[in-house]
């Protein structure tokens, strides 16, 4: 089984939770298989109660997955982890595990589209209520919460205007009332902040974005106390069956040994591009986690190592201006998607959250010239030029 000892995190996405087979491979095996056999009857007896730990189904668990799954916990400080098959399976099950018809649920509004979409939708259809609030606002989750609140969910930084919410005074609020604390952190990445060093209960990523960090596959993952782990979410993982395909976990296990390398590159770009974009004169306003003008920049400083591989900025000219700088781009590519190795840019009021009613985006500062970058792996300087020629040319 994998090594005990913690290691810094670069050298725990090498080998974190590494099981070799009989052939001592170098590279993590890939375990296609549905099921595994037993040397007898009694011993497929003892699996399925539980006296002999090893695997039954790959619905249940997989090697493969569980090499990611191990890999994972050991880089979020995590006593465990669950793979998934997407970011959303992932969301979904993290907040169905917790509650149940007659429980309350509360969330900020500033979340992934689908996210919002279960805490404001699917949620209340099966009993379950919830209070969706600017999670900027501590005064807003106190006051919130209900005698049944069982679960506290946001994503900080957000998504796409990259506000950043203080996970240890949300924790503190929600452990009062004894609700559990959810933070989606793949805008951060595992790397950039720890929530469960702030106080939150349960991480979860969209694997699909830096984990992966090559467009490939998608994925999800739920790092949480061991405990939590095998309770009610052990059930839902068992027989609503979003499980994590083998083949996606190797493909992961090879993405996060490359995790550090991209990542500290995409971020000392995605800062470098910042403060050269900051002062481009048909930028009305520009945020980045790690700058001092970030709005929240004391949280920034109080609870991530560094900032974001994404910016946020409002071209002059609204609309019509930036779709020009989307079209006369040359080597950003025009794509929802983030944390990939190729440069993406996305106009989420027409895209991701053209959803929201036009008071809502306005809400959440999604205003009709805003833009998010992802910056890529490219070369910085060439980025910078792409960006700024294509932002001459939607000068009005
Ligand atoms: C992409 C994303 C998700 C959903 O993940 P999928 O892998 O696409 O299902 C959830 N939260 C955030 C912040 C995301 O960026």
Known sequence: MSDTKKWRPATELVHGGTLRSQFNETSEALFLTQGYVYPTAEAAEARFKG??????????????VSMFEDRMAALEGAEGGRGFSSGMAAVSAALLAQ???????????????????????????????????????????????????????????????????????????AHEVGARVVIDNVFATPLWQSPLKFGADVVVYSATKHIDGQGRCLGGVVLSDVEWLDGQMKNLI???????????????????????????????????????LAEVSNINRLIYPGRDDHPHADIVAK????????????????????????????????????GDAKTLLTHPATTTHQRLSEEQRAELGITDGLLRLSVGLEDQEDLLEDLVSALEQARA
């Not at 006296?51 to 090697?63: C, H, Q, T």
């Not at 007659?102 to 805490?119: E, I, K, N, T, W």
């Not at 296990?253 to 971020?267: F, I, M």
């Open 51 to 64: 006296e002999d730990p090893g695997y039954i189904y790959s619905r249940y668990a997989n090697p493969t």
């Open 99 to 173: 509650v149940e018809a007659g429980d309350h649920v509360v969330a900020s509004r500033a979340l992934f589209g689908s996210c919002l979409y279960v805490v404001e939708d699917l949620l209340p259809r099966y009993g379950v209520s919830s209070t969706i609030i600017n999670g900027n606002s501590l005064e807003e989750w106190k006051n919130a919460v209900q005698p049944n609140t069982k679960a506290f969910f946001l994503e900080t930084p957000t998504n796409p205007t990259l506000d950043v919410i203080d996970i240890q005074a949300v924790s503190d609020i």
């Open 238 to 276: 068992r027989h609503t069956g979003p499980s994590m395909s083998p083949f996606n976990a190797w493909v992961l296990l090879k993405g996060l040994e490359t995790l550090p390398v991209r990542v500290e590159r995409q971020t000392q770009s995605a800062r470098y591009l910042a403060d050269q």
């Open 303 to 338: 609870q991530m190592k560094a900032g974001s591989t994404l910016i946020a900025f409002d071209v002059k000219g609204g609309k019509e201006a930036a779709f020009k700088v989307l079209n006369n781009l040359k080597i950003g590519k025009i794509s929802n998607n983030l």
